[in-house]
């Protein structure tokens, strides 16, 4: 049946959840890296950009934090451009996973990473680009992911010193990544382009231009610079879609129906195709380690208005409407 209850407009729909899921204080902040463990736990923000440009912040939404997760299908956008699909798909796959996100695993069929959304696939990606780019990896990554956010994105160095000490589990996913064939580089060198990449800081405002360049097909909306081609974006947003939330990615896909990536520094992105990105910061997080807040204001946004990919109203196409200058 086809709903017809009204929908408020974006930013006051932002507001409202805002303030409706600010008193909640379920889950912890993230520990096991510990310089994440220092984050206020109550901080709570909300950003979007559409694709034409209109920016939207509530809240805590130019608090800095380390984007780690979420940096993962952009890093892959990047190896697409640069290296090629059949490139890329030789090395990574992009098929959903039941198992945990930084399980020592590979696809028993291909002796490839499932896909680029868990650390395996992350770690080959940040391989294949080590191989093709040596010392200018993690500086290449860096510009990119900046020229998406439309800011100049630097690095938490004590972040990257902690996640450096504790990262065995990813050392170890390198050398079997190196084993098997998937890149050449050294794993030590591999893993610590891909902390790097993890320990970038962003804020919300800075996830929501990231997301609505991901929206707007690749173009920036702020800035207007080409950042992403066009294939590298489908793709890129097919593989949010069906692995973005790892095990939990097809409830995902049925409740809220938006490509999405969280991290466990607090961030969540997620895009609604042509039309909005979305950017949200909350570092409370659930028992499988994404935002608690963060989901539930992506949900929240995408039931009030109607931004499910198969939502029946086609209430997100009017939203597009309402954000066009003259609209």
């Known amino acids: 049946m086809t709903r017809t209850k009204l929908r408020m407009p974006l ?5 409202a959840v805002h303030a409706r899921l600010l008193p909640r204080h379920e889950g912890q902040v993230a520990s096991y890296i510990p310089a994440l463990a220092a984050m206020p736990p109550d901080l709570f923000g909300l950003a979007a950009l559409s694709s ?9 939404s130019r608090h800095p934090f380390t984007i780690q997760s979420v940096s993962k299908p952009f890093a892959y956008a990047l190896a697409l ?6 490139a890329v798909r030789d090395a990574v796959g992009v098929q959903p996973v039941g198992d945990p996100f930084n399980t020592i695993e590979l696809d028993p069929r291909t002796r490839r990473p499932f896909n680029p959304m868990v650390n395996a696939g992350a770690i080959a990606v940040a391989g294949l680009l080590t191989d093709a780019l040596g010392d200018r990896a993690f500086p290449t990554l860096q510009a990119r992911l900046s020229l998406a956010a439309g800011a100049t994105l630097e690095l938490d160095s004590a972040v990257h010193d902690s996640e450096a000490a504790t990262g065995d589990r990813n050392r170890a996913i390198a050398y079997l ?15 610590d382009v891909y902390f790097r990449q993890c320990a970038l800081r962003v804020t919300a405002r800075d996830l929501a231009v990231m997301a609505g360049t991901l929206a707007a097909i690749g173009s920036n909306p ?5 950042v992403f081609g066009v294939e590298a974006v489908r793709d890129t947003l097919s593989v949010m879609f ?10 995902w896909a049925c409740r809220v129906g938006l490509p999405a990536k969280s991290g466990v520094g607090g961030g969540v ?3 609604v195709n042509r039309q909005l990105g979305l950017g949200v910061f909350s570092p409370r997080l659930d028992a499988e380690g ?3 807040r963060g989901l539930l204001a992506c949900e929240a946004l995408s039931e009030e208005l109607g931004l499910h990919a198969f939502d029946a109203t086609n209430a997100g196409s009017r939203l597009l409407e309402a954000l066009t200058p003259g609209g």
Do not use: S
């Open 222 to 226: 702020l800035t207007g610079a080409e």
């Open 290 to 292: 994404n935002p608690l």
């Open 242 to 251: 069906t692995c973005g939330f790892y095990d939990g990615a097809g409830d």
């Open 52 to 60: 034409t440009g209109k920016l939207m912040e509530v809240g805590d």
């Open 11 to 15: 930013h006051h729909a932002m507001q």
């Open 269 to 271: 992105v997620a895009v």
């Open 177 to 191: 990544l190196r084993a098997a064939g998937v890149f050449r580089a050294d794993p030590v060198r591999v893993v």
């Open 81 to 86: 451009d640069l290296l090629g699909r059949r």
